[in-house]
Structure formats: structure tokens, C-alpha cells
């Protein structure tokens, strides 16, 4: 796992207070429910092939956001299976955002080779992902609805796919008033 800075602790911090455990949803050990939510930081990123993207102008949707780089092994096991969920909620509500750190445009495109059709972003400098205090690759982000952090994942140690369908099963149940 990559290793950034000091400077991510300085953004806001997923800090072990944060942390709660993930009660009944089932999800494994590894992945924190974030209590109480804390509000996303807002950004803008360049796209790899189609303009920007704002997070705002996703709000009242799920957002499933990776900090990832070409050169991560353990990545190389995560993208698909962000691929899959992607293909499977994004007509639920539910987008995924694949922000790569610290590449060159080209670089990140010959690595995807047109395999993946999740919004790719381009945080060159990592200042995006020194707001979200990432420290290491892969770390995944979910976003409820109303913008705020609920889940952190960093690391890939399999089930990923399982994990985020439980989750976003639970999310996206019908409420009964």
C-alpha cells in the first residue's frame, strides 16, 4: 500500500473515534461504518475522458468512491469488482467513482485498456485524496444520499463485492412511513 504524507492527517480525519461497528448489516470486520456521518468534502475533478465531475452534482445518489493507482496490486483486484456493482445499482441510485492518484492521463488509459465503464477521475496532485485523509491504496468511500460519509474500506482482502451488496441492499430498501 502506498503511503502518503503527514498532510493527510491535517485535512479531515477519519480518526479510530469515528469508527463504530458495522451492527447488523452484516459487513466484515474491516469495514467501518463511519458514526456519526460526516459530511463528504466537496470537490471537482477532471474526468479521463469526458470534462469534470463535481460530487455535488451527484447528491441524492450513492456514492462508492476508490482512491486507487495503476502501480497497486491489490487494486487490480478491486476494480472489477467495482465494475460489477457499478453495472448492477447504477439504475438504483448508486454511482462509483474510480479517483486515481497521482498519474498522467495516458498512463491511467493504456492500464484501463477500455475495460471499465465507471467515471474515472484524475486526482493528480492527491489533493482530493488528502482532504478524504488517504494514507494508502486502495481506500473506498461510500456516500450516502444526503452527502455524507457513512462506510470506510481501505485495503483489498476479498468479499468486496459481498460487502458492498450488503450495504447497498440496506441503503437502498424501501422506507415505510
Given amino acids: 500500500m502506498r503511503q502518503r504524507s503527514g498532510a493527510a492527517a491535517a485535512g479531515w480525519v477519519v480518526a479510530g473515534a469515528l469508527f463504530a461497528g458495522c451492527g ?3 459487513v466484515t470486520e ?4 463511519i ?3 460526516v459530511p463528504a468534502p466537496p470537490f471537482t475533478l477532471a474526468q479521463l475522458d469526458d ?5 455535488s452534482d451527484l447528491q441524492g445518489r450513492i456514492v462508492i468512491m476508490e482512491f486507487w493507482a495503476t502501480w497497486c496490486e491489490p487494486c487490480r483486484f478491486s476494480l472489477p469488482s467495482l465494475e460489477v456493482i457499478y453495472k448492477r445499482y447504477r439504475s438504483r441510485g448508486v454511482t462509483v467513482l474510480l479517483l486515481n492518484q497521482d498519474e498522467p492521463p495516458d498512463a491511467v488509459r493504456a492500464w484501463l485498456a477500455g475495460k471499465f465503464t465507471a467515471p474515472v477521475l484524475l486526482d493528480a496532485r ?3 485524496g488528502n482532504q ?3 494514507e494508502g491504496i486502495p481506500q473506498l468511500f461510500i456516500i450516502d444520499q444526503q452527502g455524507r460519509i457513512i462506510f470506510m474500506h481501505a485495503g483489498y482482502g476479498g468479499g468486496l463485492e459481498r460487502n458492498l451488496k450488503l450495504i447497498l441492499d440496506e ?3 424501501p422506507t415505510h412511513a
Avoid: A, I, M
Wanted: net charge neutral; glycine share 16%.
Fill in 24 to 26: 447488523s448489516t452484516g
Fill in 30 to 33: 474491516d469495514w467501518h461504518r
Fill in 35 to 37: 458514526e456519526p456521518p
Fill in 51 to 55: 470534462g469534470e465531475l463535481k460530487l
Fill in 126 to 128: 492527491g489533493l482530493v
Fill in 132 to 134: 478524504y485523509g488517504v
Fill in 171 to 173: 441503503l437502498l430498501k
